[in-house]
């Protein structure tokens, strides 16, 4: 298996991170270490990780805190540690998104080994080159593991609705979604705002990438029906 991935390990007890940054090393990982939340989703948002283990109960952000936030944008693969072992605490953090749950205390070697069976399930139909997309020769670039964007080689500032909207356009090229569709694939079902605010973030979107906003060429409206991606 290439072992090529860059994993970021939270918790703040030093010698857990210690170990574990010393066993996922040898393994060729590249690792990264917080010691709180804050710290971990800086890290998470300023460096390409390709899996997260997250201790539960950590300062200034919990696991679960942080676990969710993620969520909002990625979907990159994430083990929970925890002292915990009640069903209902597993569940809860399955049921924010976690991926798998270990139990302290635990053997760093199996650790490693669900890494390994976590990395193989996540990303061996995956082309890593999904997370990012150009089109017309550089004049639009998404990257959305950096969550950049990016206009004739000028990066341009999305709100995080606008990231999430532009996910589902770009991931289902030439599918047309209604606006509830919208609103149901990225924001979720318990989203609260109305469907009419997706013409205003479409609106905002367009003013950002396209050239001629009355002829668009990325974001298309299909009338009567909703929008699509049309780019190439």
Known sequence: MDNNYNILIADDEIKILEIVDLYLSKEGYTVYKAKNGEEALHIFENEKIDLVILDLMMPKLSGEEVCMKIRQTCDVPIIMLTAKSEVDDKLLGLSIGADDY?????????LVGRVHAMLRRSYKDKNPAADYFSFNDGDF????????????????KFTTNEFKILKVLLANPGQIFSRNQLVEKAFGFDYGGYDRTIDTHIKNIRQKIEDDQKNPKYIQTIYGIGYKFGGK
């Open 102 to 110: 270990v139990t302290k205390p635990f053997s760093a070697r199996e």
């Open 141 to 156: 670039e998404v990257d959305f593991r950096k969550m950049i964007v990016k206009k004739r080689g000028s990066e341009v």
